[in-house]
């Protein structure tokens, strides 16, 4: 039986399964080395599910997204030989004392971080078997980007949990349009989509983990809010 949800899991796509680059394709095996162009690609791959929990009320988030990975690709673009990883473009920053600017790709990183850190942690919570997205975003927003916001920021989220999807949205706008005819509300896509999340989580986690280690290491981190 094992065996045939297996083989039923292989041709039911999910949008996490049908990225052209995803996190599964950030290389980590060199310590203080993530290239840039896999990890932006990823990132804007994951850029969509902004529009999937409601385009309207989470485009500020995803302006926010959006913008810090413009200001990584950048500064990898005024010097593509020279910044070929993530970390070199910050340490260069770091020597030259650019670091806390605005602008820098120090702060964008880092606030891109911040980001995916919520993202990983909602998926989390939706995998966990509650039905309630507003309590999986509270949830994943408390441990993660509420520490580093001020009032009226934390006002502005708290609008947009107000008007995420239900549950049962959510998981129909993850399913990929015309390459299945699997019911998105069956059983057998929702096995799918959680492995398919569990994988995605696992990948970007382990990214994140050397960035924030990376970070941690030049005392980067900040615990300033906005």
């Not at 990975?69 to 970390?87: C, G, V, W, Y």
């Not at 008007?163 to 015309?178: D, G, H, M, S």
């Not at 959680?194 to 980067?220: A, G, M, P, T």
Request: hydrophobic share 40%; charged share 20%; glycine share 4%.
């Amino acid at each position: 039986m094992d065996d045939f949800k297996d083989a039923i899991d292989e041709t039911i796509t999910t949008f996490f399964s049908v990225m052209p680059t995803s996190f599964a394709n950030v290389d980590t095996n060199q310590e203080d080395s993530i290239h840039v162009i896999p990890f932006l690609e990823a990132c804007t791959n994951l850029v969509p599910i902004f529009d999937k929990l409601n385009s309207t009320a989470f485009s500020p988030v995803k302006m926010d997204f959006c913008g810090n990975i413009r200001k990584i690709q950048q500064k990898h673009l005024s010097d593509p030989e020279q910044f070929q990883t993530l970390q070199s473009m910050v340490l260069h920053e770091v020597e030259i004392g650019q670091q806390t600017h605005s602008n820098s790709a120090t702060s964008a990183l880092l606030w891109l971080k911040r980001s995916l850190e919520f993202i990983r942690e909602f998926l989390r919570e939706c995998s966990s078997g509650s039905t309630d997205m507003g309590v999986c975003a509270g949830n994943a927003y408390s441990r993660t980007l509420k520490n580093y916001h001020g009032w009226v920021v934390r006002g502005v989220f708290a609008v947009a949990v107000k008007a995420l999807p239900y549950r049962e949205t959510f998981i129909t706008q993850l399913a990929v349009k015309n390459t299945s005819k699997i019911d998105p509300l069956s059983r057998q896509f929702e096995h799918a989509l959680l492995s398919d999340i569990e994988v995605f989580v696992q990948h970007l986690d382990r990214v994140l983990v050397v960035i924030n280690n990376f970070y941690l290491k030049h005392s980067l981190d900040s615990s300033e809010t906005v």
